[in-house]
C-alpha cells in the first residue's frame, strides 16, 4: 500500500518560476526523502529530513515536514528545464528501514 | 565511483517463460532493495536485505517471485513463470544502513 501520496499528479510551469509539491502520509515515520527520476533511469535521491527536523534546504531545493498535519512539502525555486522529472517522496517507519513511495508528481519546466 | 548496475537492461520473454534479473550494488553498502515500477505508477517494494539477516519478502507478489543475495554482492531476482502482469521495469536499489538509496536504471521486463 502506498504510505505517502504526491499532489500535484502532474505539474507544468515555465523556466524561472517556483514548483511546489506536497506529499502526505498515513502514519508516524522516522524519516521523509525525496527523489527525483528522469524518464527511463533510476530515482537519485535529493534530500533527507528526519521527523524531528522541520526544514532543510540543499541548493535551489527546500522541504519541509509538518508531523502534526503528516505532510511535507518540495519546493524548487527558479526552476529550469533540465529539473523535468518525477518527483518522489518516501517514507520509513518503525524499526525497518524499507522506504515506501507515492505515485509522484510530474514536473516539465518550460524553456 | 560505480553506481549500482542491473542487468540486461531491457529483457523481453514470453509468457510462461522464468527471467533471472541481476543486481550489482556499490561495494560495501550492507542493505539492497529491490521494487517494481509498472508504467506512470510509483514504486512497488518487493524485497529488502540487510547484511546477514534474513531477508524481508513481505513485498514479493506471488511465490513465483524470489531473490537471493550473496553476502553483501550481487543479487538476483528470479521470476517464475512469468506473466503479463508482471511487465514492469524492475529496479535495484543499495544503500549503507539507514541511510539514503543508491539506485539503478533498472531492467525493464516486457511479457508477451
Known amino acids: 500500500s502506498q504510505q505517502g501520496e504526491e499532489d500535484p499528479q502532474a505539474l507544468s510551469i515555465q523556466e524561472g518560476e517556483n514548483a511546489t509539491m506536497n506529499c502526505s502520509y498515513k502514519t508516524s515515520i522516522n524519516n521523509l526523502q525525496w527523489y527525483r527520476q528522469n524518464s527511463g533511469r533510476g530515482l537519485v535521491h535529493l534530500i533527507l529530513?528526519?521527523?524531528?527536523?522541520r526544514e532543510k534546504h540543499s541548493g535551489r531545493l527546500r522541504v519541509t515536514l509538518d508531523t502534526s498535519k503528516k505532510s511535507s512539502s518540495l519546493l524548487i525555486t527558479a526552476s529550469r528545464a533540465a529539473d523535468t522529472a518525477s518527483y518522489f517522496c518516501a517514507t520509513d517507519a518503525g524499526g525497518s528501514y524499507i522506504p515506501t513511495f507515492g505515485r509522484g508528481t510530474s514536473l516539465i519546466v518550460h524553456p | 565511483g560505480a553506481g549500482v548496475s542491473q542487468s540486461p537492461s531491457n529483457k523481453v520473454t514470453e509468457k510462461g517463460k522464468d527471467v533471472e534479473l541481476r543486481c550489482d550494488p556499490i561495494s560495501g553498502h550492507t542493505a539492497l532493495y529491490w521494487y517494481r515500477q509498472r508504467l506512470g505508477q510509483g514504486l512497488e517494494f518487493l524485497i529488502y536485505?540487510?547484511?546477514?539477516?534474513?531477508?524481508?519478502k513481505s513485498g514479493l507478489p506471488s511465490d513465483r517471485f524470489s531473490a537471493e543475495r550473496t553476502g553483501e554482492s550481487v543479487s538476483t531476482l528470479t521470476i517464475q513463470r512469468t506473466q503479463q502482469e508482471d511487465s514492469a521495469v524492475y529496479l535495484c536499489?543499495?544503500?549503507?544502513?539507514?541511510?539514503?538509496?543508491?539506485f539503478g536504471n533498472g531492467t525493464r521486463l516486457t511479457v508477451t
Open positions: 536499489a543499495s544503500s549503507w544502513t539507514n541511510s539514503p538509496l543508491h
Open positions: 529530513i528526519r521527523s524531528n527536523e
Open positions: 536485505f540487510q547484511g546477514n539477516s534474513a531477508p524481508d
